[in-house]
């Protein structure tokens, strides 16, 4: 069971990865190719750029989070390396949202939409995934890193939760 979890997990980060290289190179260079002024060549670029972003690379995003979430309960992964890679991954899905809003802005903004310079998100992604990589991969301890924290960080207070965001 763990082992098609992994798999499916592996799988799914593959292609959302691959997709989220692949999105600034298609809005970075073929956005800008001059192609891009007739009818027929935008049509492709949206074509490509909406189908891919709805129908492949966030499904597979979200299959890659929703079984890495079910690993972490199976496996009962709580440590500092996790923690850490979650905080990447975070950086990955802010990066993702940040293709769809330009998608949406190349494709349905109204006037003169100027592309930003997506393909320059590749020097904030491709660290980010190496990282991640790195962190399940090796699984460090980060011991040094956790001591520099300020000490309210490192143990429990012991105080009670405030009686306002307290349910029962
Ligand atoms: C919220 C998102 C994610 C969660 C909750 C998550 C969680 C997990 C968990 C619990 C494991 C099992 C770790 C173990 O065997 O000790 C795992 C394995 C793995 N994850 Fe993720 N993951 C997420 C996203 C990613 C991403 C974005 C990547 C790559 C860029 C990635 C790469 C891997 C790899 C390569 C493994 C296999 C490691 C091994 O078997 O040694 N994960 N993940």
């Not at 189908?51 to 299959?63: F, H, M, Q």
Request: some cysteine; charged content about 10%; proline content about 7%.
């Amino acid at each position: 069971m763990i082992a098609a979890l992994k798999a499916a997990h592996i799988i799914a980060l593959s292609i959302w990865c691959a997709g989220l290289i692949l999105l600034p190179i298609l809005l970075h260079i073929y956005g800008r190719r001059p192609e891009m002024r007739s009818q027929a060549g935008f049509t492709e670029f949206r074509w490509l750029t909406h189908y891919s972003y709805i129908a492949v690379i966030t499904p597979a995003a979200v299959i890659a989070v929703s079984v890495g979430t079910v690993l972490i309960f199976a496996l009962e992964v709580l440590n500092a390396w996790m923690l850490a890679k979650l905080i990447a991954v975070a950086g990955m899905v802010l990066l993702h949202a940040w293709m769809g809003h330009l998608i949406v802005q190349a494709g349905e903004g109204r006037g003169d939409f100027h592309l930003p310079m997506a393909g320059l998100s590749l020097l904030a992604l491709v660290p980010l995934i190496g990282l991640v990589l790195w962190l399940v991969l090796a699984k460090p301890s980060l011991e040094e890193l956790i001591a520099l924290l300020p000490s309210i960080l490192q143990e429990p207070r012991g105080n009670p939760i405030p009686a306002r965001f307290n349910p029962l």
